[in-house]
């Protein structure tokens, strides 16, 4: 059974950057089975995929048009988990912040976190 | 704003059958892709209910039901109980956005 332990401060600074972590058991993260996606929720942009990585013979990563300039989601087999990382946040980007497991191949969420809500304040 | 669109809220009296609609377009449901829904009490993590329009993970109840035609899906959940009052989404993938999208989400109550 995949479970995803997510970790990060729950109240950001504007201008800074907001960082969280997923951590995983049962998986790996360098699993040619899977890819590791973040998305967050708000209740102003509801429900939004911000980006995925995954290895196959090297590691690929995708970022959704939204957050491309400011986002960075990075693998880390030492540890096995992965991060995000936003920069330049506002208060827009206050959210629930969720990891997601999909299946290779496949395009539905099987496996999430628990979920950080993020807010972003001074 | 959500690209895939659902009513905000239904509901239904315990026993009866209801159903949550998840409209996309032709980049979207309409150009194939699958539809999947979940199921998201708050504070917890969404549970997949229905993945590829109309496949129950094991464990999920077949009460819950799942159904594409055209650019739409449909959640249909029978005999309703007081446990299914949760909010539920829908989400397929966009290859005009290249990502993945999501309703807006439906609030269930059970009357």
């Known amino acids: 059974q995949v479970q995803l332990q997510q970790s990060g401060p729950g109240l950001v600074k504007p201008s800074q950057t907001l960082s969280l972590t997923c951590a995983i058991s049962?998986?790996?993260?360098?699993?040619?089975?899977?890819?590791w996606h973040w998305i967050r929720q708000s209740p102003s942009r509801g429900l939004e995929w911000l980006g995925r990585?995954?290895?196959?013979?090297?590691?690929?990563?995708d970022y959704a048009v939204s957050v491309k300039r400011r986002i960075a989601i990075n693998p880390d087999t030492s540890k096995n988990q992965f991060s995000l990382q936003l920069n330049s946040v506002t208060p827009e980007d206050t959210a629930v912040y969720y990891c997601?497991?999909?299946?290779?191949?496949?395009?539905?969420?099987?496996?999430w976190g628990q979920g950080t809500l993020v807010t972003v304040s001074s | 704003q959500s690209v895939l669109t659902q009513p905000p809220s239904v509901s239904g009296a315990p026993g009866q059958r209801v159903t949550i609609s998840c409209t996309g377009s032709?980049?979207?449901?309409?150009?194939?892709?699958?539809v999947h829904w979940y199921q998201h009490l708050p504070g917890t993590a969404p549970k997949l209910l229905i993945y590829?329009?109309?496949n129950r993970p094991s464990g999920v109840p077949d009460r819950f039901s799942g159904s594409k035609s055209g650019t739409s899906a449909s959640l249909a959940i029978t005999g309703l109980q007081a446990e299914d009052e949760a909010d539920y989404f829908c989400?397929?993938?966009?290859?005009?956005?290249?990502?993945?999208?999501f309703g807006g989400g439906t609030k269930l109550t059970v009357l």
């Open positions: 997601a497991r999909v299946n290779r191949g496949e395009r539905h969420f099987e496996y």
């Open positions: 049962g998986d790996s993260v360098s699993s040619i089975s899977a890819t």
């Open positions: 990585t995954y290895y196959r013979s090297k590691w690929s990563i």
């Open positions: 032709s980049s979207n449901i309409g150009a194939g892709y699958g």
């Open positions: 590829d329009n109309n």
């Open positions: 989400q397929s993938y966009d290859s005009s956005l290249s990502c993945w999208v």
